[in-house]
């Protein structure tokens, strides 16, 4: 009994870029996918569902302050920024039961040239809410620090 093998493969998915690599290991020779992670298979378009909410008459103030230490030290042959960031949650009118403060400090680093030439950087923000009897509060967002 004589067993063939084809050639070598190797298949890479890198979720952070959204590819899929096929690569033939011996004529070094890959093929690059997209990856729809959230699309049906056979279908060439995702389309979430969006529901519409009225507003409460609450509103949220969301105030995020980024303060960059000046500690730098070396990671991964990266230079990373110690960087503190405070966030607080206040509504109006007055609800200390859904008020909050969150901090985190951790070390980061800038994303390479060709990270930003595939994946630009969006400004924006995002909250996450519940509507209540099909209502949801108006988010205002404020940002101190670079």
Partial sequence: MQLEFGPRRALIQNRDLA????????SRVYTAFE????????????????ESHKPSGRTVYVNTET?????????FGY??????IRTTYRYSPDD???SRDGEADGCYIDPPAAWLALHPPIRGHAILQIAVGGRTDTPVFTDVGP
């Fill in 19 to 26: 590819c899929q690599f096929h690569i033939d290991l011996e």
């Fill in 35 to 50: 990856l729809h992670e959230y699309r049906r298979p056979g279908t060439t378009s995702f389309m979430p569902k969006v």
């Fill in 67 to 75: 303060i960059d230490t000046g500690e730098r030290k070396e990671t």
């Fill in 79 to 84: 230079t990373a920024r110690r960087v503190i």
């Fill in 96 to 98: 200390n039961a859904g």
